[in-house]
């Protein structure tokens, strides 16, 4: 069993900035893409942004040059580093891991509790 726990949301204005982190736990024999995804009561949940064990990046439209993904995979933790926040990056955000338990066993996603984010206006 993997464990995700994020900390590090928040309120803050618009304009100003917040860093992510979530630390994954547990059993872990190997950890392989890391993400950020976020959810409001009117959306589905979405991509924000993920990154390969070799650091290879991915974001969604709407952040690219604002947020910046990164990993340290000695701690197992993914961070996302955003700035200029917006009033629509409100939202609660999820960090996702794809994790193997052992050599033989698949890859298996597993989801943070989520930590809310507010941008006042």
């Known amino acids: 069993q993997v464990q995700l726990v994020e900390s590090g949301g928040g309120l803050v204005q618009a304009g100003g900035s917040l860093r992510l982190s979530c630390a994954a736990s547990?059993?872990?024999?190997?950890?392989?893409?890391m993400g950020w995804y976020r959810q409001t009561p009117e959306k589905q949940r979405e991509l924000v942004a993920t990154i390969t064990r070799g650091s290879s990046t991915n974001y969604a439209d709407s952040v690219k040059g604002r947020f910046t993904i990164s990993r340290d995979n000695a701690k197992n933790t993914v961070y996302l580093q955003m700035n200029s926040l917006k009033p629509e990056d409100t939202a609660v955000y999820y960090c996702n891991a794809e994790a193997k338990l052992n050599i033989l066993t698949p890859w298996v996603d597993s989801w943070g509790q989520g930590t809310q984010v507010t941008v006042s206006s």
């Open positions: 547990g059993r872990i024999f190997s950890i392989n893409g």
